[in-house]
């Protein structure tokens, strides 16, 4: 099952080529499994999805139902795809979403190679985990995060600007003090970690210092996209998932989630000794190797205005951006 925000966040289902308005064509359903989704669903479906995320054994039986009769073709409130506009398919904007860095060694060697001028193995950072040493990462903001179809671009004045293919999983529950075996998925998506790599590389004044550090060079506005929809239900497993990120038609990034270092529940149940985990809750995989910041400060793989980048998750689709006018200066 897809499940998508779509022009004002309506809540919608992604059948082929096809949008299922979920509270609209609800009423087509047994009144009670309508009002299920009433009550799961807040304003009109445009509201927060955790409700439906926590109920999501309520949930299921009236949204599989829907599904089956836009696949059957038994549905008539559908909207071609090419009518909408998808949003980033956030459950709810004050969810927190936590992405993982340096996460998967191949990337980590280059790019560290390129920020400190050192030469790493891939083995130093596995390492690192084999001693103890915990995940580490940052916050994303909920409002720096775009849908598929919609133009990105950093700061006036950055040089460097970077793509990152992940996978962006929610939550279906949480707690304190997880274990691995406490860790459980309700769906996941294509994410796109946008960078801009001038503080990375020592290019230019500083944009942030202390606590801030990787704050802004993660959090710009547009600087960070998922979608097109996520994935629900399906008998995907998250850490085993191809990642590829196209920029202008050539590949760039092809990897895979099953080279993380510190896999999606290990790194949960890190967190959760110190904050409480909710369902709804979005952990960012963190990358494969390819992005810009590998081929070093004078590569040719960095973003220019224009550039076309199609990022694709094993099971989920395309999620496109096009990068927009931002000004050197």
């Known amino acids: ?17 096809q949008i299922v308005d979920v509270i609209s064509s609800s009423m087509l359903l047994d009144k009670s499994k ?18 439906m995320i926590i109920n999501w054994d309520e949930a299921k039986e009236p949204l ?22 998808l949003n980033a398919p956030l459950p709810d904007p004050r969810n927190r979403i936590i992405a993982l860095g340096a996460n998967v060694a191949a990337h980590a060697v280059n790019a560290f190679k390129a920020i400190t001028g050192q030469e790493f193995t891939e083995d130093h950072f596995h390492k690192e985990q084999r001693d103890g040493l915990p995940p580490w990462g940052f916050t994303i903001m909920p409002e720096t995060v775009v849908g598929t179809d919609t133009e990105v671009k950093p700061e006036s004045g950055v040089e460097k600007f970077d793509y990152e293919v992940e996978v962006g999983v929610i939550l279906a529950s949480g707690g304190k003090n997880l274990t691995n075996n406490d860790f459980s998925v309700w769906g996941f998506t294509v994410w796109n970690d946008l960078s801009i790599r001038d503080p990375r590389l020592g290019i230019g004044a500083p944009i942030h210092r202390g606590a801030f550090n990787w704050a802004l060079e993660k959090n710009f506005e547009t600087g960070n996209s998922c979608g097109p929809c996520v994935v629900v239900d399906e008998s995907y497993d998250v850490n085993n998932l191809q990642c590829v990120m196209r920029v202008n038609g050539e590949v760039r990034q092809d990897w895979n989630t099953s080279d993380m270092i510190f896999g999606f529940s290990q790194s949960v149940s890190y967190l959760s000794r110190y904050i409480q985990m909710n369902p709804g809750d979005i952990i960012c995989s963190g990358t494969g190797a390819g992005t810009a910041i590998e081929s070093g400060v004078d590569g040719d793989k960095w973003l220019k205005p224009g550039d076309r980048m199609e990022a694709q998750v094993e099971g989920v689709g395309t999620l496109i951006n096009t990068v927009g006018e931002w000004g050197n200066s």
């Open 1 to 17: 099952m897809k499940i998508v925000r779509f022009n004002d966040g309506t809540t919608g289902l992604l059948v082929g080529d």
């Open 34 to 51: 309508s009002d299920i989704l009433d009550s799961l669903l807040l304003d009109g479906g445009k509201g927060s999805w955790n409700e």
């Open 64 to 85: 599989d139902e829907l599904n089956s009769l836009a696949q059957s073709g038994d549905l008539e409130k559908t909207l071609p795809l090419t009518s909408v506009r």
